[in-house]
């Protein structure tokens, strides 16, 4: 009799609702950027479904925190787990190669199109080169407001960096500390991350430019960042215990709480942050610990839809903008009201799963392929 092959241990299993995550994210953005850009295009249109609805759209950019949690748990965890056993750190360079591999082509191809079809908006060239550098948020101009969304890339490129240097000079530096010293090191430095750019964040960020300056959003990382941390002591109590109800109810106050932000626009920044990031992190850590306890991912998230939007989201992130912005200038003049709300929404939506799918397939994958092994 043959035997069936053993199943792979809860620690080796992908993270399944990762990318139906990301899917919902991007999708909460392009809501947002689609009440934001009715709005400019034809005042009043954004209220043509209701003061609530417009309320909730104008604070769905509360999903790009989603992606920083989730960056800071994949992609904090292979360094943060090698320095708290104790072992070899994984290959910085190639960790950062493969994260250009993986931005840069589809950036530099969106940057390059925007700047074709909506112009240079009266700046020097220098400004596209800015962008591609991934720098134009540390000095707006009118160009960078064409682009304006690659500044949570500039936040990401940062984090990226983050982790490297840490593996290598903290790691270096305690190189013959215990399990429980290397813990609280790497506990107290990711605290101290997130009070630093809380702090900056609630005393500089007056505006909206200052406010995306990378500095001041390394707090969306720390709750993934703090799932790493955590991530063995969290699996052995989820073994010992029934949590079917305790993640579900992490899952839904996740979302009441990013929910609560979004809706919450007369209240201050630093609180309508800190409703994001925390709610995003609840909303993570419900999913993680609902696989970690050895339970298929729910079908609400891992579904074929959300699955393959999730890996396509980069690009579906990268382009809607453009699309949105395209389709409101040239539908106003013929639409009005919920017409020209529904027909932006409904054609923005197909034209950039279309340029997601081909960006994907010319852009991204094909580079993805050449990643270099980077972990231990």
Same mark, same amino acid.
């Given at each position: 009799?043959?035997?069936l092959?053993? @199943?792979?241990?809860?620690?080796?299993?992908?993270?399944?609702?990762?990318?139906p995550?990301?899917?919902?994210?991007a999708?909460?953005?392009?809501?947002? +950027?689609?009440d934001?850009?009715?709005g400019?295009?034809?005042?009043g249109?954004?209220?043509s479904?209701?003061s609530?609805?417009?309320?909730?759209?104008?604070?769905?950019?509360?999903g790009?925190?989603?992606?920083?949690? &989730?960056?800071?748990?994949?992609l904090?965890?292979?360094?943060?787990?090698?320095?708290?056993?104790?072992?070899?750190?994984?290959?910085?360079?190639?960790?950062?190669?493969?994260?250009?591999?993986?931005?840069v082509?589809a950036?530099w191809?969106? !940057?390059?199109?925007?700047?074709a079809?909506?112009?240079l908006?009266g700046?020097?060239?220098?400004?596209? !080169?800015?962008?591609?550098?991934f720098?134009?948020v540390?000095?707006?101009?009118?160009?960078?407001?064409?682009?304006? +969304?690659?500044?949570t890339?500039?936040?990401?490129?940062l984090?990226y960096?983050g982790?490297?240097v840490?593996s290598?000079?903290i790691?270096r530096?305690? #190189?013959g500390?215990?399990?429980?010293?290397?813990?609280r090191?790497?506990l107290?430095?990711?605290?101290?991350v997130?009070? =630093?750019s809380? =702090?900056?964040?609630a005393?500089?960020a $007056?505006?909206?430019?200052?406010?995306?300056?990378?500095p001041?959003?390394?707090?969306?990382?720390?709750?993934?960042?703090?799932?790493? !941390?955590?991530?063995d002591?969290?699996r +052995?109590?989820?073994?010992?215990?029934?949590?079917?109800?305790?993640?579900?109810?992490?899952f839904?106050?996740?979302?009441?709480?990013v929910?609560?932000?979004?809706?919450l626009g007369?209240?201050?920044?630093?609180?309508r #942050?800190?409703?994001a =990031?925390?709610?995003?992190g609840?909303v993570?850590?419900?999913?993680?610990?609902?696989?970690?306890?050895g339970?298929p991912?729910?079908r609400l998230?891992?579904?074929?839809?959300?699955?393959?939007?999730?890996q396509r989201?980069y690009?579906? *992130?990268?382009? $809607?903008? &453009?699309?949105?912005h395209?389709?409101?200038l +040239?539908?106003?003049?013929?639409?009005?009201?919920? #017409?020209?709300?529904?027909?932006?929404a409904?054609?923005? &939506?197909?034209m950039?799963?279309?340029i997601? @799918?081909?960006? *994907?397939r010319f852009a991204?994958?094909?580079y993805r392929?050449? $990643?270099e092994r980077?972990?231990?």
């Amino acid at each position: 009799m043959t035997s069936l092959p053993a @199943e792979p241990p809860v620690a080796q299993r992908r993270f399944v609702a990762g990318d139906p995550l990301r899917a919902l994210a991007a999708l909460a953005v392009f809501a947002f +950027h689609l009440d934001l850009y009715i709005g400019r295009t034809q005042p009043g249109a954004e209220l043509s479904f209701g003061s609530a609805v417009h309320r909730l759209a104008s604070g769905m950019n509360t999903g790009v925190w989603v992606f920083f949690v &989730l960056s800071g748990y994949l992609l904090g965890k292979p360094f943060l787990a090698p320095y708290l056993q104790g072992t070899a750190p994984p290959d910085g360079g190639a960790f950062l190669r493969n994260r250009v591999r993986r931005l840069v082509p589809a950036m530099w191809l969106l !940057i390059l199109v925007t700047t074709a079809v909506e112009g240079l908006q009266g700046e020097q060239w220098w400004r596209v !080169i800015q962008a591609m550098l991934f720098a134009q948020v540390y000095d707006t101009s009118a160009f960078s407001e064409q682009v304006s +969304h690659l500044w949570t890339l500039d936040a990401e490129m940062l984090f990226y960096v983050g982790p490297v240097v840490a593996s290598l000079a903290i790691g270096r530096a305690t #190189s013959g500390s215990s399990a429980p010293t290397r813990l609280r090191i790497a506990l107290g430095l990711t605290i101290a991350v997130g009070a =630093v750019s809380l =702090v900056l964040r609630a005393t500089l960020a $007056h505006t909206t430019a200052a406010a995306q300056l990378p500095p001041m959003v390394m707090v969306g990382f720390v709750p993934g960042l703090l799932l790493a !941390i955590f991530e063995d002591q969290l699996r +052995h109590a989820l073994r010992a215990r029934s949590t079917g109800l305790v993640c579900g109810s992490g899952f839904a106050l996740g979302v009441a709480v990013v929910g609560a932000g979004a809706v919450l626009g007369s209240a201050p920044l630093v609180v309508r #942050s800190v409703a994001a =990031v925390v709610g995003s992190g609840l909303v993570l850590a419900a999913t993680l610990c609902w696989e970690w306890s050895g339970r298929p991912a729910v079908r609400l998230l891992d579904n074929p839809v959300l699955q393959s939007l999730g890996q396509r989201s980069y690009s579906f *992130y990268l382009w $809607h903008l &453009l699309v949105l912005h395209e389709l409101a200038l +040239h539908l106003a003049p013929h639409l009005s009201g919920k #017409s020209f709300v529904g027909g932006t929404a409904a054609l923005g &939506l197909v034209m950039t799963l279309i340029i997601t @799918e081909g960006s *994907y397939r010319f852009a991204e994958r094909p580079y993805r392929s050449r $990643h270099e092994r980077w972990r231990g």
